[in-house]
Antibody
Framework: QLQMQESGPGLVKPSETLSLTCTVS??????????WGWVRQPPGKGPEWIGS???????YYNPSLKSRVTISVDTSKNQFSLKLSSVTAADTAVFFC?????????????WGLGTLVTVSS | DIVMTQSPDSLAVSLGERATINCKSS????????????LAWYQQKPGQPPKLLIH???TRESGVPDRFSGSGSGTDFTLTISSLQAEDVAVYYC?????????FGQGTKLEIK
């Protein structure tokens, strides 16, 4: 059974870079069919797609975040990562990593449990 | 961006009764070349990630009870729970995967009356 686990600091200072890693177990990132993505959800609000990556490194980003976001993949560790630079309090959210089905870039059928990242000094 | 708007924002339904949640996209998310609507529905319970219920507007995921059904085309979509169970209390989101950025509705909170 596929499992996904987010890890990283729960507190980030304003203007710094948020860094999270998603570790995938029970399956391989090396799939020509699946994109792997990041979604965030501010407290009490709906989800927001951040971006998706293929094992080859091909990426799609939300244009509203593109200037600040980098998603990368490490197939040797079966992990993919998110970096979000120049964070502000508006970036406070639960961050989820997720797997997309083979039919789309962002149609997520498996999710991690999520990790809360708070931006505060 | 494609805007997804759900209605109502919250809904209270008696156990065993029908619950209906609406989702409108602007513009259309019907792809003419394959006649498919790029619309998904998710269920999210407190403290959990969203769970994919339906894609292509009406195709249920494996293991999803058949009391959940999706319908609609173009810009107007509906999620129907035919007979509400206690475990269906959750927030429901629609999402379009037609084009980037892939966007979600604001959510509909479903409660027991």
């Amino acid at each position: 059974q596929l499992q996904m686990q987010e890890s990283g600091p729960g507190l980030v200072k304003p203007s710094e870079t948020l860094s999270l890693t998603c570790t995938v177990s029970g399956g391989s990132l090396i799939s020509s069919s699946n994109f792997w993505g990041w979604v965030r959800q501010p407290p009490g609000k709906g989800p927001e797609w951040i971006g998706s990556i293929l094992y080859s490194g091909s990426t799609y980003y939300n244009p509203s975040l593109k200037s600040r976001v980098t998603i990368s993949v490490d197939t040797s560790k079966n992990q993919f990562s998110l970096k979000l630079s120049s964070v502000t309090a508006a970036d406070t959210a639960v961050f989820f990593c997720a797997r997309s089905t083979p039919i789309a870039v962002a149609l997520f059928d498996f999710w991690g449990l999520g990790t809360l990242v708070t931006v505060s000094s | 961006d494609i805007v997804m708007t759900q209605s109502p924002d919250s809904l209270a339904v008696s156990l065993g009764e029908r619950a209906t949640i609406n989702c409108k996209s602007s513009p259309s998310i019907l792809y003419s070349s394959n006649n498919k609507n790029y619309l998904a529905w998710y269920q999210q319970k407190p403290g959990q990630p969203p769970k994919l219920l339906i894609h292509w507007a009406s195709t249920r995921e494996s293991g999803v009870p058949d009391r959940f059904s999706g319908s609609g085309s173009g810009t107007d979509f509906t999620l129907t729970i035919s007979s509400l169970q206690a475990e269906d209390v959750a927030v429901y989101y629609c999402q379009q995967y037609y084009g980037t950025p892939y966007t979600f509705g604001q959510g509909t909170k479903l409660e027991i009356k």
